[in-house]
C-alpha cells in the first residue's frame, strides 16, 4: 500500500483526554478516532490489525472443533425476557423501541439468541455436541467509557457457545477452548494468566478469566508467588487458619464514640486494633436485608456473599434503607439486639475476636467487650466472606499471595442449564426422555486485545507490534522522493516486496525525512528499509522496531534478510 493513498492521521501531540498509552498511541498513529463517549472508528491501519487477531482467532477457534455463524446485533426484548435477564443485566443492557413500539435489545453478548437458534434445530443427543462461534460488534451502555477500546459502548468481540448432552462432553470443548485462547493471546505475544472468575450476570459456576498484565487494569489479580495459582480478587477463597486469643473475655459496655464512624476513627479513639472492631455492612441480597459481618481490617467481598445465598443481585444498601432497617446511620451498625427477620452471616474471623468493639445501633454509641456467640448469633452461618490480602497463604498450600492488576481479553463459561431450562432448549436422550441442553460460553474481546498488546508493546517512540499483529510487516522510505536512484529503488523494493507476499507500507509522501521517520516510529511496523545515499550502489539500511538493531543490506539479499526478521 501506498502512504499517500491511505489514511493514516498522526498526531503529535498527546490527545489530553487520553490516560493511558494504548489510548495515546492508538488516537497519535492514526489507528481509532473517536465519534462519541465510548464510541471509536477503526482507521485503516487498526482494521489490518483486527483482521489478523481475527484469523488467529478463527484459526485456533477452528482447531478446536468449533464452526462460525453470524446472529443479529438487534435482538427482540422477549428472547431477554424468556432468559430473565431482561429484568437482571441492569442499565448497561441497551433497549430501544421500534416504530410498533416493540422492545428489542441490541446485543451486548448472545446466550439468548444461540439458545433460540439451537433449541429451534436441534432435538436429539445425535446431533451434540455442537460448537459455534461469531465475531461481531457488541454493545454495552457504559456508565462511564474510559481507558479508549479498554471500556468502551462498542467494541468488537467473539463470543462461542456450546451446547452438549452431559456434563463430560462440556468439559472436554471447555477445555479445548480454555487450551485455544490460551493459544490466541500467546501468538498475540501477550504476558497474561488464566485466572479462575466469577460469572457475573451470565451465570453459571466454572469460568475463568484471561487477564494481560498491566498496571493500567481494572481487575486485580491474586496469586502465588510460587505456584501455578491464580484468581480474580474476587474469587479467591481464604484459607487463613485464625487462632483465638485464651485472653479473659471482658463483660459487654456500651460507651459514648461521639462523632466517630469509620473503623480507623473508632479504633484510633478506644485505642484498639483494627482486627479487634466489627466491621458490620448492611446489604441487600435479592429482596431480603443481610447484615454481613467483617473483621475491620478486612473488606467484604460481596461477589462471596452472592455465591454463599445463591442470589440474582447483591448490593450494599443506600443510607436511607440502612436508617429504615436499622434506625441508625451506616456508621454505628452492629450485631446485637437486632430485629429477628435479619439474617447475620459472618467471616471466619470474626469468631476468633475476643473483647471486640462493634457499632451500638445508636448514634455515637459502641459496645466493646463483645464476644460473639456470647453477644449475639450467627445466623445461619460464619463463612468465608472477605476479599484476599496479599501475604495470606495461597489457597493452593503453595506460597503466599500478591497481587497484579489485569485486562480482562477473554472469559469462558460454564453456564450449565442456566439459559436451556429458562428458554426450554430440549433434546431427546438416548432412552427417549428429554432433557436441557448443558451450555458453555466463551468470549474474547477482539478490540480490547489490540489495545492489550499496545500496552504491553510500546516504547518513548510509539507503538512496538508483534510481528503477527502488525498491520504491515515492512515499511519503505525513500528519504528524498526527488532522488530518482532513491525513487526508483524503493518503488522497485515495494515491488519485489508484493509479488513475495510481504505486506508492505511504500511511504510515497511528499514529507521531510524526520517526520517519514517518526511516523513511522510511532505506527510501529516491525522492519523499516531507508532508501538513502547509496541508493544508486544497491545499499539500503534495515531497522529492526523491536530493538532499533540496524545494519545496511544490499538489495540482491534483502528478501532474504527481511525474512529472517518476520517469520518466525
Known amino acids: ?54 484469523a488467529i482467532v478463527r484459526e485456533e477457534m477452528d482447531r478446536a472443533g468449533a464452526v462460525e455463524l453470524l446472529m443479529p446485533a438487534l435482538t427482540p426484548a422477549e428472547l431477554w425476557q424468556e432468559s430473565k435477564r431482561w429484568y437482571s443485566y441492569g442499565p448497561e443492557l441497551m433497549r430501544m423501541k421500534d416504530r410498533h413500539d416493540r422492545d428489542f435489545v441490541i446485543g451486548p453478548t448472545h446466550e439468548e439468541v444461540i439458545t433460540s437458534l439451537v433449541r429451534d434445530e436441534v432435538k436429539s443427543y445425535k446431533r451434540l455436541p455442537l460448537a459455534l462461534y ?21 467494541f468488537i468481540m467473539k463470543d462461542a457457545y456450546s451446547f452438549h448432552a452431559n456434563h463430560e462432553s462440556l468439559d472436554e470443548i471447555y477445555t479445548k477452548i480454555f487450551d485455544a485462547y490460551s493459544n490466541v493471546f500467546r501468538r498475540c505475544g501477550l504476558d497474561f494468566r488464566a485466572v479462575i472468575a466469577d460469572s457475573g450476570a451470565m451465570g453459571g459456576k466454572d469460568t475463568h478469566e484471561f487477564m494481560v498484565l498491566s498496571d493500567v487494569g481494572e481487575d486485580t489479580i491474586a496469586y502465588s508467588d510460587t505456584s501455578s495459582f491464580a484468581a480474580n480478587i474476587e474469587m479467591a477463597p481464604v484459607v487463613v ?16 464514640t461521639e462523632g466517630q464512624k469509620t473503623i480507623d476513627e473508632v479504633s484510633t479513639y478506644l485505642n484498639v486494633e483494627p482486627s479487634k472492631c466489627i466491621k458490620s455492612l448492611l446489604f441487600k441480597v435479592d429482596e431480603s436485608f443481610v ?30 434503607e440502612t ?25 471466619h474471623a470474626v469468631k476468633m475476636i475476643v473483647n471486640g468493639v462493634c457499632g451500638a445501633n445508636e448514634e455515637d454509641y459502641h459496645y466493646i467487650g463483645v464476644n460473639p456467640d456470647r453477644d449475639f448469633s450467627i445466623n445461619p452461618q460464619y463463612a468465608d466472606l472477605r476479599f484476599i490480602q496479599v501475604g495470606d497463604p495461597s489457597p493452593d498450600g503453595e506460597g503466599t499471595i500478591v497481587f497484579a492488576r489485569g485486562i480482562e481479553v477473554g472469559h469462558v463459561f460454564k453456564l450449565g ?20 441442553m448443558i451450555m458453555g460460553s466463551y468470549g474474547i474481546g477482539v478490540s480490547r486485545t489490540m489495545a492489550a498488546v499496545v500496552e504491553q508493546f510500546n516504547d518513548e517512540n510509539g507503538i512496538v507490534w508483534p510481528v503477527d499483529l502488525a498491520p504491515y510487516k515492512v515499511h519503505v522510505i525513500p528519504v528524498n522522493n526527488k532522488n530518482d536512484s532513491q525513487r526508483s529503488l524503493a518503488e522497485n523494493i515495494y515491488d519485489q516486496l508484493q509479488n513475495n507476499g510481504i505486506d508492505v507500507l511504500f511511504d510515497d509522501r511528499a514529507e521531510r525525512p524526520g517526520v517519514k521517520f517518526a511516523d513511522s516510529d510511532l505506527i510501529g511496523i516491525p522492519v523499516r528499509i531507508t532508501v538513502g545515499k547509496r541508493a544508486e550502489e544497491g545499499i539500503v539500511e534495515l531497522k529492526v522496531r523491536s530493538n532499533g538493531e540496524t545494519l545496511e543490506v544490499n538489495t540482491e539479499n534483502l528478501i532474504e534478510t527481511i525474512r529472517s526478521f518476520i517469520v518466525k
Not at 331 to 341: H, M, T, V
Open 1 to 54: 500500500m501506498k502512504q499517500s493513498m491511505t489514511l493514516i492521521p498522526t498526531l503529535r501531540e498527546i490527545p489530553s483526554d487520553a490516560e493511558i498509552k494504548s489510548h495515546q498511541l492508538l488516537l497519535r498513529a492514526g489507528y481509532i478516532r473517536q465519534n462519541a463517549s465510548g464510541i471509536y472508528s477503526y482507521m485503516p491501519l487498526a482494521k489490518k490489525v483486527l483482521q489478523k487477531v481475527e
Open 134 to 154: 461469531q465475531i461481531q460488534t457488541k454493545f454495552r451502555d457504559e456508565q462511564r467509557p474510559r481507558f479508549g477500546l479498554l471500556r468502551g459502548r462498542e
Open 241 to 256: 487458619e485464625y487462632e483465638k486469643s485464651n485472653e479473659q473475655e471482658f463483660a459487654l459496655e456500651k460507651v459514648k
Open 291 to 320: 447484615l454481613v459481618l467483617v473483621r475491620g481490617d478486612h473488606e467484604v467481598n460481596d461477589i462471596k456473599v452472592k455465591n454463599l445465598f445463591d442470589a440474582t443481585v447483591v448490593e450494599l444498601a443506600t443510607p436511607e
Open 323 to 347: 436508617r429504615e432497617i436499622m434506625n441508625c446511620s451506616v456508621g454505628s451498625l452492629g450485631p446485637i439486639q437486632i430485629a429477628e427477620n435479619i439474617q447475620v452471616i459472618a467471616d
Open 417 to 436: 442449564t442456566r439459559y436451556s431450562e429458562a428458554m426450554n432448549a430440549m433434546f431427546l436422550d438416548e432412552n427417549g426422555r428429554n432433557q436441557p
